[in-house]
């Protein structure tokens, strides 16, 4: 059986969503983006104590609701001190390596508005008496080697709200979206394409009605330890929950990116509902594609981590495959359509 969903509008998703600022905790402008789309297939939209956005969609029947979530935070910096000569030295939230991003235009979200900077490490034509000097020699970058400079002096920032605790992200020109062949590229593909995976089901949804209710969650803070889902999934009336989320494609998992999505059998947190992956593999199938296993380490989904709270009996991941997670990231086309293709498929016919 051969679902069809809508790729234009999928896709279209995903662009719009990639260059929204939303670091952790600190996701007002995702919130109100989330909000709007999730608005035009759904009148059941509201957002939990811990900053979740959730729909609830009526099925066919009720007794077994299901959670799908993806979440809406990104992984980004934060103002650790604001130092004399109006250098920022950062530190980050969640798993951003300095050696990902680089150099690189940052903004800065500070209380009226964004405030553009540079995360720098200083000038290359020195020697060990600079910065720049050790790392010129093959030292590890780290965070303590750079700074974001605006070129503003420390009381300048004051004036501005800059201190610590403000949040800085990658600059909005960068985040948008890049194509090359069949591949979509871009800062926060994690988890910005698992959304619109979840919006596009929503609009399926509601012209063929689930087997069950479902809720769609988009979480807040996944990227700090998946707290909004365990908060969300602690208090709905659900006992499985299926993250979708990008999945890292590598050697040493088997893993490729291709157009078949990753079924991840066990992460940092715990392992996944082998019957729910079963009958994934089954649906997979018999919709003209395959699915990838994999066991995974330094990775955990909201559904995993839930799971691993007890707030929920079932966790199961459908990740599309991406390279260069964390990073500057690269997923097959193919491998968010159809996970999409696939979220569907189960909502219509989970494991029962």
Same mark, same amino acid.
């Given at each position: 059986?051969?679902?069809?969903?809508?790729?234009?509008?999928?896709?279209?998703?995903?662009?719009?969503?990639?260059?929204?600022?939303?670091?952790?905790?600190?996701?007002?402008?995702?919130?109100?983006?989330v909000?709007?789309?999730?608005?035009?297939?759904?009148?059941?939209?509201w957002?939990?104590?811990?900053?979740?956005?959730?729909?609830?969609?009526?099925?066919?029947?009720?007794?077994?609701?299901?959670a799908?979530?993806?979440?809406?935070?990104?992984?980004?910096?934060?103002?650790?001190?604001?130092?004399?000569?109006?250098?920022?030295?950062v530190?980050p939230?969640?798993?951003?390596?300095?050696?990902?991003?680089?150099e690189?235009?940052?903004e800065?979200?500070?209380d009226?508005?964004?405030?553009?900077?540079?995360l720098s490490?200083?000038?290359?034509?020195?020697?060990?008496?600079?910065p720049?000097?050790?790392?010129?020699?093959?030292?590890?970058?780290?965070?303590?080697?750079?700074?974001?400079?605006?070129?503003?002096?420390?009381s300048?920032?004051?004036e501005?709200?800059?201190?610590?605790?403000?949040?800085?992200?990658?600059?909005r020109?960068?985040?948008?979206?890049?194509q090359?062949?069949?591949?979509?590229?871009?800062?926060?593909?994690?988890?910005?394409?698992?959304?619109? #995976?979840?919006?596009?089901?929503? *609009?399926?949804? $509601?012209? &063929?009605?689930? =087997?069950q @209710?479902?809720?769609?969650? /988009?979480? +807040?803070?996944?990227?700090?330890?998946?707290?909004? #889902?365990?908060?969300?999934?602690a *208090?709905?009336? $659900?006992? &499985?929950?299926? =993250?979708? @989320?990008?999945a890292p494609? /590598?050697? +040493?998992?088997?893993?490729?990116?291709?157009?078949?999505?990753?079924?991840?059998e066990?992460?940092?947190?715990?392992?996944?509902?082998? =019957?729910t992956?079963?009958?994934?593999?089954?649906?997979?199938?018999?919709?003209?594609?395959?699915?990838?296993?994999?066991?995974?380490?330094?990775?955990?989904?909201d559904?995993?981590?839930?799971?691993?709270?007890?707030?929920?009996?079932?966790?199961?991941l459908?990740?599309?495959?991406?390279?260069?997670?964390?990073?500057?990231?690269?997923?097959?086309r193919?491998?968010?359509?159809?996970?999409t293709?696939l979220?569907?498929?189960?909502?219509?016919?989970?494991?029962?």
């Amino acid at each position: 059986m051969t679902l069809s969903i809508d790729e234009k509008r999928l896709i279209s998703y995903v662009e719009r969503l990639l260059p929204i600022h939303a670091p952790s905790g600190f996701e007002g402008e995702a919130d109100t983006a989330v909000c709007d789309i999730m608005r035009t297939f759904n009148d059941a939209v509201w957002q939990d104590p811990s900053g979740n956005i959730i729909a609830h969609i009526k099925g066919r029947k009720n007794d077994a609701p299901i959670a799908v979530i993806s979440h809406k935070d990104e992984i980004s910096m934060i103002v650790k001190r604001v130092e004399k000569d109006g250098r920022l030295r950062v530190v980050p939230v969640g798993g951003l390596h300095p050696w990902a991003i680089g150099e690189t235009p940052v903004e800065l979200l500070a209380d009226k508005e964004a405030v553009p900077g540079v995360l720098s490490v200083g000038a290359k034509h020195v020697s060990q008496a600079s910065p720049a000097g050790k790392l010129k020699e093959g030292a590890p970058l780290t965070w303590e080697d750079m700074w974001v400079d605006c070129k503003q002096s420390a009381s300048e920032l004051a004036e501005l709200g800059i201190r610590a605790g403000t949040r800085v992200c990658i600059a909005r020109h960068r985040k948008n979206l890049w194509q090359i062949g069949s591949f979509l590229c871009g800062y926060n593909l994690d988890c910005r394409a698992g959304l619109a #995976a979840l919006f596009e089901v929503g *609009h399926q949804l $509601v012209e &063929t009605p689930p =087997a069950q @209710d479902v809720y769609i969650i /988009a979480s +807040e803070s996944e990227e700090i330890g998946g707290q909004g #889902a365990a908060y969300a999934l602690a *208090h709905l009336p $659900v006992d &499985t929950a299926i =993250a979708v @989320d990008i999945a890292p494609a /590598a050697e +040493e998992y088997g893993t490729e990116n291709s157009g078949n999505p990753i079924l991840i059998e066990k992460d940092g947190r715990g392992v996944y509902h082998a =019957a729910t992956n079963r009958q994934l593999e089954t649906l997979a199938r018999a919709g003209g594609f395959d699915v990838q296993k994999a066991v995974v380490t330094s990775y955990a989904s909201d559904s995993s981590i839930s799971r691993a709270y007890g707030h929920v009996a079932r966790a199961a991941l459908i990740g599309y495959p991406g390279d260069n997670t964390h990073g500057y990231e690269i997923c097959s086309r193919d491998g968010i359509i159809n996970t999409t293709r696939l979220l569907l498929a189960y909502l219509l016919n989970p494991v029962s």
